[in-house]
């Protein structure tokens, strides 16, 4: 006879993340012709059903139900009080004392604890008959065995998965509220004077062991933390902007969704807007064009200027820059390294600030760190530089430092 299976899962649990649980419990189910398989675990002296597999000739239970473990069977059954995998309940005085075998009822059953890698008991993976099996054989025992630690596995790689987001999340909340990373002040150089024009500001956060500041933004974006961490970045940022001379320009990195989420206006709000100039980063991956402009004009009203970096070629990019029309454009320094000695990364960048002079932006070059680059660079029509041989990321006082070197 041919039964169709229904398969609920609780959604507040990592097993309901995890969705090889629902083809193990109708495999196993369905191979013992049973029409109850279930996914139980203990907590705070309950048993929870995580996940349920029916047949629907009974209700039985629902996923997210919870009892009292005391006189389960999947107490029972973990306790050693009950054997694993029993034919005919009315062969076992234990098995008879239990409510639910007359409730449901239940005349044979397979059940086996899940084991975690520490040795505790999750839970109990059972299939249960109404009616006694007695063609029940140590095979169907190993088979639900070896599916029962097959779910410990991916239940304790989702477990983990958990903590690790927990652990992730209390970080980076950590982070936050400390204020748990500094600034790093990156000179903005004229290629024609040698004269500092700016400063771009770079993030280096704290907690050890270091990670780069790539990783801890693409670790709030998978939590969804992203843009409370930029936040309190940029919020940082906009304090050390009254201590800059005022000659020069504010660069602070931005990605599109704060840009068009982050109410940016109200954060730059002040007598030192006109000094700001936002860096969009991934400026290829965003939502919507038309919000993304909206809020550009917001910022340009308030006198903050906008740069776009690691401008490149492609079609795309390029397409994407006609539509914001930034200020500046940034050369990423791939294509910086060495160019002094590579025609087509020469023909390259005259290319892009032709490009850019159509559309009233100034270049801006990443990560020069010879002479022999800026030079080329300036003769490319480069306006503006940056990088090692022009000033290294430090304090305002390196900065300030840095602005009597010409």
């Given at each position: 006879?041919?039964?169709?299976?229904?398969?609920?899962?609780?959604?507040?649990?990592?097993?309901?993340?995890?969705?090889?649980?629902?083809?193990?419990?109708?495999?196993v189910r369905r191979h013992l012709d049973m029409p109850l398989a279930y996914l139980a675990v203990f907590d705070s002296g309950d048993v929870v059903y995580r996940a349920v597999s029916t047949d629907r000739r009974a209700p039985y239970f629902e996923a997210g139900d919870r009892r009292p473990a005391k006189g389960s069977y999947c107490l029972a059954v973990r306790d050693g009080r009950l054997p694993q995998m029993l034919a005919d309940t009315r062969t076992n005085p234990v098995a008879m004392s239990l409510p639910a075998t007359v409730m449901l009822p239940v005349g044979a059953y397979v059940a086996v604890p899940l084991l975690m890698a520490d040795g505790t008991a999750y839970g109990v993976f059972c299939c249960m008959s109404h009616d006694p099996m007695p063609n029940l054989s140590e095979r169907d025992l190993a088979i639900v065995t070896n599916f029962a630690q097959l779910l410990a596995d991916a239940i304790g790689s989702g477990v983990k998965a958990d903590q690790d987001g927990r652990d992730m999340r209390q970080q980076i909340e950590d982070v936050i509220v400390d204020r748990d990373f500094t600034l790093l002040l990156q000179p903005i150089v004229a290629l024609h004077s040698n004269a500092v024009v700016g400063a771009e500001a770079l993030c280096r956060f704290r907690p050890t062991p270091y990670r780069n500041p790539d990783t801890w933004f693409a670790d709030a974006r998978k939590i969804g933390m992203q843009r409370e961490l930029e936040r309190a970045v940029i919020l940082k940022t906009l304090d050390r902007l009254e201590d800059l001379p005022r000659a020069l320009t504010l660069s602070i990195n931005v990605s599109p969704d704060m840009m068009i989420h982050g109410n940016l206006p109200a954060m730059i709000d002040g007598p030192n807007s006109d000094r700001?100039?936002?860096?969009?980063?991934?400026?290829?991956?965003?939502?919507?064009?038309?919000?993304?402009?909206?809020?550009?004009?917001?910022?340009?009203?308030?006198?903050?200027?906008?740069?776009?970096?690691?401008l490149s070629a492609a079609h795309s990019s390029l397409s994407t820059v006609l539509q914001i029309k930034p200020d500046f454009v940034k050369l990423d320094s791939e294509l910086v390294r060495g160019i002094h000695m590579d025609p087509a990364s020469q023909a390259l960048t005259a290319g892009i600030v032709h490009f850019a002079k159509a559309i009233n932006a100034d270049v801006i070059a990443e990560g020069v760190e010879r002479v022999q680059e800026a030079e080329s660079l300036h003769k490319l029509g480069v306006k503006f530089g940056q990088g090692y041989f022009l000033g290294r990321p430090g304090g305002m006082n390196a900065l300030q430092a840095r602005m009597y070197q010409i």
């Open positions: 006879m041919t039964h169709h299976a229904t398969f609920r899962i609780a959604s507040t649990h990592t097993a309901a993340r995890v969705p090889i649980i629902d083809e193990i419990l109708s495999t700001i100039v936002l860096e969009l980063t991934e400026h290829n991956y965003f939502d919507s064009m038309t919000d993304l402009q909206t809020q550009i004009k917001h910022l340009r009203r308030m006198g903050a200027k906008i740069a776009v970096d690691d």
